[in-house]
């Protein structure tokens, strides 16, 4: 016992005098990565805070603050705000949770497609949604209300109101709490659901005395995902927003940015109240996982028993086909037949009569005659290929400190990672400009803001890919190879990368995709010459030009999944299936 | 060949090491016993270089590797030191072959030498078919055998084994564990080896080094560390035994009587343990050194009448809970030894010089 006492008084050897005279590679890739992480993150945010403090002349005041508050439109787009992230949450969880439970826990049928396809939205620029609504649910217009009218039941939809805006909001948040539902329903341990059956509860006092419970933890930390992310969406925000006349914090900020005179402090106090939504979400969140935990579900294989639906399993496999159809493919298809059509759809037109009388010429405008559209598809890919590849290299990196590594601070690090979750594109693109146009910087007008914008936008989604990633890889197979006498780089390199490599492939493609269809940041960041895909659709949705904004978001997203489809199979290139076809081919 | 020298070693504000020191001599095959949580891994992963002391010293053969002193640290690459880890760690992207010609490549050697000694290393463990396979194609066992050749491949100095044998099926852990100690004995390299198995250390050991919350507990040849434990910690740890308090009262030549606390005298051996009269002790014997009579033993010492509490039928050997005044021991028996719980005559004894006495840790 006086051992142990006394030796706790004997001094720890710091970490300089570990490495001895000598600079080790790693600790230079490390600290590089650490210095340029914290730049682009903590940079722009120091400024969007420091900015709303100092008036134009450069004097400090809390001026601003109280013009802001007194602002009119300010409290009006605060409430909006909550109203629709709120309603879309509570929309969201009330599709997502039975939705998990559809597809994670009983026998319909197709469950890995339903499983797939509740992904689109994720892939599905929140613009490319909004648009279709409006083809689909315009008071006049909309062929939804031409269908019914057609039919003699008169116009039932309005996209173009509060109710509009949040429910094709909510279509977006769903996936947050389905994804976030559906793993732990499927891990929940049934011995703990069985176990309440034997001592007599009935199947439905089963679900809400234990599994609901059990679940809990999952389903309000998707919720909260979800309430987060609902201010992502910028281009739901403004294109049913603003001419439904419902103003959202987003759209505001973009007016302060945008409509003269430019307010470059009202729009970053409006961004730190953003901000400060995002970060209550996130301290929620901490909470409710800290507290309840994940005790009573565990990662290890239980059987997954798979409730049997009987007759009601077709009943499942409509709702959840209408889903889909209401999430994917309805959008998509109007958005098609929209851009073949040269005039906005007229009651009485039918459906096949556009595809009869299809127009290509905005497809042809776009693709060989327009300048600007050309550049924006280039522009668009090389950005986000260099960002994206950034992105993951520098969450590579991280994650590696925060597993493999005693460095102090490294939770620190991790943090940092993630601050840019609270940060929605067009706040992130005001403190851009802020961080990006003071001196020594001068970027604005160049593309490199634009790229530095789009790392730090998606560092999160990149961190947490590549973290997952390298967890999954056993620390052994790295120190084994130190054993055998490898330097930390030729380790790193023989070792760690090509067995993270799938996992990171995949976040590549993740992060790439999630840059393509940024438009909020975007369209702050811009400049002529300098034109993106966000920036084209965003601009003719401004000019009314439908089929031409219509044909846009078609070559994008062709574009993008044929990028996808060329990145991804080098993550399934991986040992795994080459030791598969061997041990196949061995076998006669 | 290696010796460590107060190595002490904090993680999350507990000391997970607590000055321990370690000798291996030249060829010599050593075990770090003891439960989880009790600081053998964090040793073995301070000798390997993959975790830095707070403080101490380590050597190996001669040469100063990390101290804390003179703030010399030599990384774990720069060791020549082979390891073997619990989850075997064979790379799944390379072949059998590049696994174990790795640690050469990084040395490297020509490629006709790497030939010859991957050659050498399957060899001995004697799967030089498998050589173009992946790890995941192979077995546990086979796969852990890939891991000590590629271990041994490069003739280090030392060859450090964490657990091997942990996540092996019983049978084809006691195989491979033929197979390390033929290995070693053919190799001849000095051996680190940790487990919380004391039958595997017992088995494989020179040198057996139990370990208990951070400190060594007790250090001797397996022999030595079963038949006399110097603390109660191994006395219940590598084996089994019994404890019975009790206090000194007199001192007889080579030896104390002992009176338990219900009041029973009780002769035994100092064996080495120096005491006065009116200590507290803690006599401990092992469940198989009791001898059982039927009938009252006439001319024994510490004898007592016993009575079956429950048995259990192991084959070789069957295992009794007898209730001997308020004592519930453990009586090992040979198989053709039937007890009732009807039978009223037992008694159990105990030879004087079986009997440990350990000193009785202080507990209030």
């Known amino acids: ?588 | 060949m290696m010796r460590a020298f107060g190595l002490v070693k904090s993680l999350g504000g507990r000391i997970a090491v607590n000055r321990v020191g370690l000798s291996v001599e030249a060829g010599q095959f050593v075990s770090l016993l003891g439960p989880s949580g009790c600081g053998k891994t964090t040793t073995l992963r301070m000798i390997a270089g993959l975790v830095a002391p707070d403080v101490g010293e380590i050597r190996i053969g001669g040469e100063l590797v990390f101290s804390s002193a003179e703030g010399i640290n030599v990384p774990a690459a720069k060791r020549n030191i082979g390891m073997v880890f619990q989850s075997y760690a064979l790379w799944p992207h390379y072949t059998i072959y590049n696994n174990v010609a790795y640690p050469l490549r990084v040395r490297r050697l020509r490629r006709a030498e790497i030939e010859d000694r991957v050659a050498w290393a399957l060899d001995l463990v004697k799967l030089g078919h498998l050589r173009d396979r992946y790890p995941d194609e192979l077995s546990g066992g086979q796969q852990q055998r890939i891991a000590l050749a590629r271990a041994v491949v490069y003739s280090p100095r030392l060859l450090l084994l964490d657990e091997p044998l942990a996540n092996l099926d019983a049978r084809v852990r006691e195989n491979v564990r033929f197979e390390i100690k033929e290995l070693q004995r053919k190799a001849k390299i000095a051996t680190v080896y940790v487990t919380h198995d004391q039958s595997e250390a017992m088995s494989l050991s020179d040198k057996v080094v139990v370990m208990d919350s951070g400190v060594i507990a007790q250090e001797g040849a397996p022999g030595e560390v079963y038949r006399h434990p110097t603390n109660e910690f191994v006395a219940g740890f590598v084996g089994t035994s019994n404890f019975i308090p009790g206090t000194i009262t007199r001192i007889v030549s080579g030896g104390y009587i002992v009176r338990t606390e219900d009041g029973a005298d009780v002769s035994c051996r100092s064996n080495g343990y120096r005491s006065d009269t009116g200590e507290d002790v803690l006599l401990s014997i092992r469940p198989e050194d009791f001898e059982i009579h039927m009938v009252r033993p006439a001319g024994v010492v510490n004898s007592w009448p016993a009575q079956v509490i429950d048995s259990a039928f192991l084959g070789n050997v069957v295992n009794y809970r007898m209730r001997v005044g308020e004592w519930t021991l453990q009586v090992q028996a040979e198989p053709h030894v039937e007890l009732q719980r009807s039978d009223t005559s037992i008694f159990l004894s105990m030879r004087e010089e079986r009997i440990r006495v350990l000193q009785r840790a202080i507990t209030t």
């Open chain 1, 1 to 588: 016992m006086l051992n142990r006492v006394a030796s706790i008084a004997l001094p720890r050897i710091a970490l300089t005098r570990r490495i001895t005279g000598q600079i080790h590679v790693e600790s230079v890739v490390f600290w590089c990565a650490i210095a340029t992480i914290a730049f682009l993150v903590l940079w722009p945010v120091l400024w969007l805070v420091a900015g709303s403090f100092y008036s134009n002349n450069g004097h400090l005041t809390l001026q601003h603050w109280r013009e802001a508050a007194a602002a009119p439109f300010m409290l009006e787009a605060i409430r909006n705000t909550l109203v629709v992230s709120i309603l879309g949450t509570v929309a969201a969880v009330a599709v997502g949770v039975p939705l998990a439970f559809l597809v994670g826990r009983t026998d319909v049928p197709g469950a890995r497609v339903f499983e797939m396809i509740s992904l689109v939205p994720f892939i599905t620029p929140p613009i490319v949604s909004g648009v279709a609504w409006i083809i689909l649910g315009d008071r006049e217009a909309g062929l939804l209300n031409i269908l019914l009218g057609d039919l003699g039941l008169g116009h039932w939809f309005n996209v173009l109101t509060l109710g509009g805006l949040i429910f094709v909001s909510s279509l977006y948040m769903v996936p947050f709490v389905f994804f976030l539902t559906v793993g732990p329903m499927r891990q929940i341990n049934l011995e703990l659901e069985e176990a309440s059956l034997v001592c007599g509860a009935s199947r439905i006092g089963t679900i809400f005395g234990v599994s609901f419970p059990l679940l809990l933890p999952a389903i309000t930390s998707g919720a909260l995902l979800a309430f987060m992310y609902s201010n992502n969406l910028f281009g739901i925000h403004a294109v049913i927003g603003r001419p439904a006349g419902v103003w959202m914090l987003t759209t505001a900020i973009y007016a302060s940015m945008n409509i003269m005179p430019v307010d470059f402090q009202r729009a970053a106090i409006q961004g730190l109240v953003l901000l400060a939504f995002a970060a209550s979400a996130i301290w929620l969140q901490a909470r409710v996982v800290r507290k309840r935990g994940y005790a009573t579900l565990t990662g290890k294989g239980f059987r997954v028993e798979r409730v049997a639906l009987g007759h009601w399993r077709w009943a499942a496999f409509a709702l959840c086909s209408f889903y889909v159809f209401v999430v994917a493919v309805l959008p998509y298809t109007v958005i098609i037949l929209r851009s073949l059509s040269r005039y906005s759809f007229q009651p009485g037109t039918s459906w096949f009569a556009a595809l009869r009388n299809a127009d290509f010429s905005e497809y042809a405008d776009a693709l060989f005659y327009n300048d600007a559209s050309q550049r924006a598809i280039t522009n668009s890919l090389w950005i986000s290929v260099i960002a994206a590849a950034v992105a993951i290299g520098l969450a590579a990196i991280a994650a590696y400190i925060t597993q493999r590594t005693e460095l102090r601070g490294r939770n620190a690090l991790a943090f940092v990672c993630m601050i840019p979750l609270t940060l929605p594109g067009v706040v992130l693109g005001v403190a851009a400009i802020f961080g990006y146009t003071t001196y020594p910087f001068a970027l604005y007008g160049t593309i490199w803001i634009i790229i530095l914008t789009y790392i730090a936008k998606d560092l999160p989604l990149a961190f947490q890919a590549a973290d997952t990633s390298l967890r999954q890889i056993h620390t052994e197979l790295e120190d084994s190879a130190r054993l055998c006498g490898a330097s930390w780089l030729r380790q790193f390199l023989t070792v760690s990368l090509p067995l993270a490599r799938p996992g990171m492939v995949v976040g590549f493609v993740m992060v790439f995709a999630s840059m393509t269809r940024e438009v909020g940041a975007s369209i702050l960041l811009f400049s002529p010459g300098n034109e993106i895909f966000a920036y084209t659709i965003f601009n003719a949705w401004e000019e009314g030009r439908w089929q031409a904004m219509t044909s846009f978001i078609v070559i994008n997203s062709v574009v993008v999944l044929a990028c996808i489809a060329v990145v991804l199979p080098l993550s399934r290139l991986s040992f795994v299936n080459v030791a598969a076809r061997r041990a196949k081919a061995s076998s006669p």
